[in-house]
């Protein structure tokens, strides 16, 4: 089937019998019902639902197939793989399909409709690589979807997709890893397409997909095979669908994302491990040295220490402002949820905090712990750091604050490997290495013709939605807006307590039937 030359998409041969939606039930019982029913006033939307509710099988089984196939950035063959499965995919729907597969970096999947008579392009993006895992801390293998009743936290059970009733009960779970982040959009797009198709829905723009296969390795090649087609890649909106959704399950749009830099901080000690009875209180111990130099850059309250980390940042708009304001308050139900009994920087509420910067341990290593513990000096200990970005900050700039934090502290700082004269030489050394990929923080102003109207075109097809100027995870906004010649705004689809790049990955069920309706909207905008 293929794109009319009127600019409808063809319906297809056969229909199936529509089925009945069941009763949403919130989990936040707090929530304003408002907040949980769409307008349903976006024909769009409306066609996408009735779709959806006619082959809610065939679309899990399309999605459990593609989920199937492992998908680590560093895994070419795998890669590969899913960038065929997506091609075809849609080629099956009658997108004009292109794999961009530059040297040196993971195939990009890109696709075109055009609409005769479209004064303008918008492309819609997504990235179909996952977060590296260890398959012993899943519940269930990460690369075999399996269906669940509730949530693991809930005790939820299996339930066999061959058997399964359909239409299915929304707060069912999928679990296998990029359920959510990042396989679920393009599911969603794909079936919008299906949906449209059927409705012989008229495009009025012309529409780009741009499926990316490494952004969780940092996107190291996205800019340059951008800048390198930029014909291919051109568009008036790029509208990046990666991401969770407010807390409190309404629809959120962000008009910016965090930057980020990742660092990996080592400490050293003696040559090699010291039996701790002979040499305690004689050997600096590099666990504790890095323990008193991470302290040193935060204080209680969660306020960052490095000298001048908070320089240059931009300030938000009267309209942003506003819309932070105006935001939903979820403190209260999240520290439930997540058993916190403090939150840093509080009173400030989340939405608040998530447009400052960050700077965040995710990582320790320090020789062994639990049934391997042994009662040594560690030789190293190494700490990998994750600093998030706003608007107005430069990660080099970054970059060398924490150098001169570090050296402050009485390192000698070196970014390679210290041989025995050097560490001899100096009484604590400290190996920093910046990764690769890094980037700086976007915002597009929520007062340009084009941000209002997809937050009208995103409340008619979802209702009330949360607005927010920049979101707390980072994408690689600068990069495509620099390449493109474009502006970004991100409209994710997931449940917030996803476990994304966590083990046990998942997606609720509502959450995709939820982002069908609003790809089907923004396609046909």
């Known amino acids: 089937m293929a794109a009319c030359v009127d600019g409808s998409l063809e319906r297809p041969f056969a229909r199936c019998r529509i089925m009945t939606r069941p009763v949403f039930r919130p989990i936040f019982l707090t929530l304003a019902l408002c907040s949980l029913i769409p307008a349903q006033s976006n024909p769009a939307a409306a066609a996408a639902k009735t779709w959806r509710e006619s082959h809610e099988r065939e679309i899990l089984s399309e999605f459990r197939d593609l989920l199937a196939i492992p998908d680590i950035a560093s895994d070419s063959a795998n890669i590969r793989r899913n960038a065929e499965f997506i091609r075809t995919m849609y080629e099956r729907r009658g997108v004009t399909m292109r794999i961009v597969a530059d040297p040196g970096a993971n195939p990009i999947v890109v696709g075109e409709i055009r609409a005769p008579g479209a004064s303008r392009t918008i492309a819609l993006y997504a990235h179909y690589d996952g977060q590296p895992l260890d398959p012993k801390e899943w519940v269930t293998p990460p690369f075999e979807p399996t269906l669940r009743d509730a949530p693991l936290e809930r005790d939820g059970r299996i339930i066999p997709f061959a058997s399964a009733t359909f239409p299915l009960n929304p707060e069912y779970r999928l679990y296998a890893r990029s359920a959510s982040d990042d396989k679920a959009p393009i599911v969603a797009m794909a079936t919008a397409i299906d949906a449209l198709r059927a409705a012989g829905t008229k495009l009025r723009s012309n529409i780009r997909f741009v499926f990316e296969g490494e952004e969780e390795a940092g996107s190291p090649n996205l800019e340059r095979v951008i800048a390198a087609h930029r014909d291919l890649f051109a568009a008036d909106l790029w509208l990046i669908c990666d991401g969770p959704v407010a807390q409190t399950r309404q629809q959120l749009i962000a008009f910016g994302a965090r930057g980020i830099v990742q660092t990996d901080i080592t400490t050293y000690g003696p040559r090699r491990e010291l039996h701790s009875g002979h040499y305690g209180n004689w050997a600096p111990n590099p666990a504790m040295m890095l323990a008193r130099l991470l302290a040193s850059m935060k204080d209680d309250s969660g306020r960052v220490l490095i000298n001048g980390f908070y320089d240059g940042i931009e300030p ?10 105006e935001s939903p308050d979820v403190d209260s139900d999240l520290r439930k949820e997540l058993w916190l009994g403090s939150t840093e920087s509080s009173p400030r509420r989340l939405i608040e905090l998530l447009q400052l910067p960050s700077l965040n341990v995710r990582g320790l290593a320090s020789s062994r712990i639990g049934a391997q513990a042994s009662n040594v000096i560690p030789s190293t200990a190494t700490a990998a750091l994750d600093i998030r970005l706003v608007k107005g900050m430069d990660f080099h700039r970054i970059t060398e604050r924490l150098i001169d934090h570090v050296r402050r502290q009485g390192y000698f700082v070196t970014d390679a490997e210290p041989n025995a004269e050097t560490r001899m030489a100096h009484e604590r050394v400290a190996r920093i290495v910046a990764h690769e990929g890094a980037y700086n923080a976007v915002r597009t102003s929520m007062d340009l013709p084009i941000s209002q109207e997809i937050i009208r075109v995103v409340e008619s097809a979802r209702g009330p939605s949360v607005r927010v100027p920049t979101m707390g995870g980072s994408v690689p906004l600068e990069m495509i807006e620099r390449a493109a010649g474009t502006r970004t705004i991100t409209i994710p689809i997931a449940n917030h307590d996803n476990s994304q ?18 790809m089907a909207a923004l396609i046909a905008m």
């Open 316 to 325: 938000l708009s009267a309209t942003e402002k506003r819309a932070i304001a």
């Open 501 to 518: 790049h966590s083990f046990n990955e998942n997606i609720r069920i509502h959450n995709l039937w939820d982002g069908i309706e609003l």
